[in-house]
């Protein structure tokens, strides 16, 4: 399994959103590393769900329920898209300000290519933000 971190401003889409949906479409990426980040998810992936702009953190998990897509917001399909399901929303965001402040996550895809929407997550970044929530 592999691990990923997909960013959403929630004015646009946000993790309430996709709970109310139930399942969503994550398209609209029109990065290369970010989509080919799309390209290389499988079923059962999982990924945080961050609010981008407002709030700036982590909110919640999502799992990959559909991978291998055409975006269908793109007219000539050479961007991708992947359908997502939420898992469970975490127990207290973790923030930007948190993630940045801490030497454990200095490394992450999240501090160092900030601009990157779709971004992946080690399994040891991954652990460590759980603890993180759930503490």
């Known amino acids: 399994m592999a ?21 969503g479409t994550w398209d609209g990426v029109r990065n290369h590393r970010a989509a080919n980040n799309l390209r290389a998810m499988q079923v059962g992936d999982e990924a945080f769900f961050y609010h981008s702009n407002i709030g700036k953190e982590i909110v919640g998990v999502v799992t990959i329920s559909q991978s291998g897509l055409a975006d269908p917001s793109d007219p000539e399909g050479k961007w991708a898209a992947v359908k997502v399901k939420p898992v469970r929303k975490l127990e207290r965001p973790v923030t930007l300000k948190e993630i940045k402040a801490d030497p454990e996550l200095a490394d992450m895809e999240l501090v160092k290519l900030s601009r990157l929407s779709v971004a992946a997550v080690t399994p040891q970044e991954w652990a460590y933000i759980l603890s993180i929530a759930e503490a």
């Open 3 to 23: 691990y990923w971190l997909m960013k959403s401003e929630p004015d646009a889409y946000s993790w309430d959103d996709l709970v109310a949906e139930g399942e």
